[in-house]
């Protein structure tokens, strides 16, 4: 079965640049959650799009942003990264329709070091 | 507001034994879901159970089940026959309105042969 894609799996940045995370949900989901995970933490909801639409905000700096584009796929788009940036990067999607079981399918996440 | 707590950082249960993760919560939603996630040293988070608030029956998926307590806000695992590749970090999650997951700190399982 086909499941939650993320690219990349690595990256490496420096402080002070950009980064740009791409995540592709399981066919006819349309929702996309991102997720931050630190070191030793639990994730942490940064935000979700339902049908290309933003449907939920959490704790996602202003230097962070999302969108979900026409055939579903999501990048997160990090500015001014920080070295606490560092973390692992969870995409997630549903279903939400009619025979929908809500329960969000992970994708393999992005890590991502700032130097 | 949305709390989930797991009260067992760190748990040990030896190969072929029983073994209960504990999870309790907070909502003041009617209708919502609940989740238990496995993230082994992958660090891929696999879904491992759910289970409807407005189902009274515990879900059960193989060796794996939950002990349901609505009245007490309690949403225990319980992982039978255990495995060395149940070894993972696993997650209680809340889900209620907005589609906004909540977890809980985690749990960390070690099976041991």
């Known amino acids: 079965a086909a499941g939650v894609i993320q690219s990349p799996r690595h990256l490496i940045k420096e402080k002070r640049e950009t980064a740009t995370l791409k995540c592709y949900p399981i066919?006819?989901?349309?929702?996309v959650y991102w997720y931050q995970q630190g070191p030793g933490q639990d994730p942490q909801f940064l935000i979700s799009?339902?049908?290309?639409?933003?449907?939920d905000k959490g704790s996602i700096p202003d230097r962070f942003s999302a969108q979900q584009f026409s055939d579903y796929h999501s990048e997160l788009n990090m500015s001014s990264l920080e070295l606490g940036d560092s973390a692992l990067y969870f995409c997630?999607?549903?279903?939400?329709?009619?025979?929908?079981?809500?329960?969000?399918?992970f994708g393999p996440g992005t890590r991502l070091t700032v130097t | 507001a949305q709390t989930v707590t797991q009260s067992q950082p760190e748990m040990s249960v030896q190969e072929a034994e029983t073994v209960t993760l504990s999870c309790t919560y907070d909502?003041?939603?009617?209708?919502?879901?609940l989740f238990w996630y496995k993230q082994p040293p992958s660090r891929q988070m696999i879904l491992v159970i759910r289970?409807?608030?407005?189902?009274?029956q515990n879900a059960t998926e193989n060796r794996f089940s939950v002990n349901f307590q609505k009245a007490a806000k309690s949403f225990s695992l319980k992982i039978s026959d255990s495995q060395l590749g149940d070894t993972a970090m696993y997650f209680c999650?809340?889900?209620?309105?907005?589609?906004?997951?909540?977890f809980g700190t985690g749990t960390s399982l070690t099976v041991i042969p």
């Open positions: 997630a999607s549903s279903s939400s329709g009619l025979g929908g079981s809500y329960e969000q399918y």
């Open positions: 066919p006819r989901h349309d929702t």
């Open positions: 799009f339902y049908e290309k639409m933003q449907s």
């Open positions: 909502t003041s939603e009617s209708n919502y879901y």
């Open positions: 289970q409807e608030a407005y189902k009274q």
């Open positions: 999650a809340l889900l209620s309105t907005g589609n906004q997951f909540y």
